[in-house]
């Protein structure tokens, strides 16, 4: 009786964490998405994330400000995102599904790169450039 019940309960933790191994390695989705990092920083009791807060504009002169959620593994990806905060950058990101606690992330869209963009696109073939420096550097 003890040995059956002690192999359901290693078949059982078995089971947990193969499930905790698809989840981390299986991504629902991907994709990009582009505006201004205006949150990011590093939260948590024990398990401890990177989480962030991307402002989407989705029409130039819009008033209507989309957030994206997200949260970051990578301490190289942390790094590259606190360097560019405040200038307009791309994130891909990938979206996990079925991860069961909030130790993994407190969202579902875990950063992977980011890439700043160096023109804003007002309509097709009108573009704005960016500044190559910070506003606050050029106007010292």
């Known amino acids: 009786m003890r040995l059956k ?12 964490a193969a499930w905790f191994a698809f989840a981390w390695r299986w991504s629902y989705a991907s994709g990009e998405r582009a505006g201004w990092v205006q949150k990011f920083s590093r939260k948590g009791w024990i398990c401890k994330t990177w989480e ?3 402002a989407l504009v989705s029409l130039p002169g819009s008033s209507t400000v989309e ?4 949260t970051v593994h ?6 590259a995102i606190n360097k560019v905060m405040g200038r307009r950058v791309n994130l891909h990101y990938e979206e ?8 993994f992330g407190e969202t579902r869209h875990f950063v992977t790169g980011v890439t700043l963009v160096d023109e804003i696109s007002l309509s097709p073939g009108v573009t704005v450039p960016q500044p190559t420096q910070p506003a606050s550097a050029a106007s010292r």
């Open 5 to 16: 019940l002690a192999l359901s309960f290693i078949a059982l933790l078995l089971l947990v």
């Open 52 to 54: 962030g807060e991307q």
């Open 67 to 70: 957030k994206f959620q997200f």
């Open 74 to 79: 990578d301490e190289a990806a942390a790094d």
């Open 96 to 103: 996990k599904v079925g991860l069961p606690t909030s130790c």
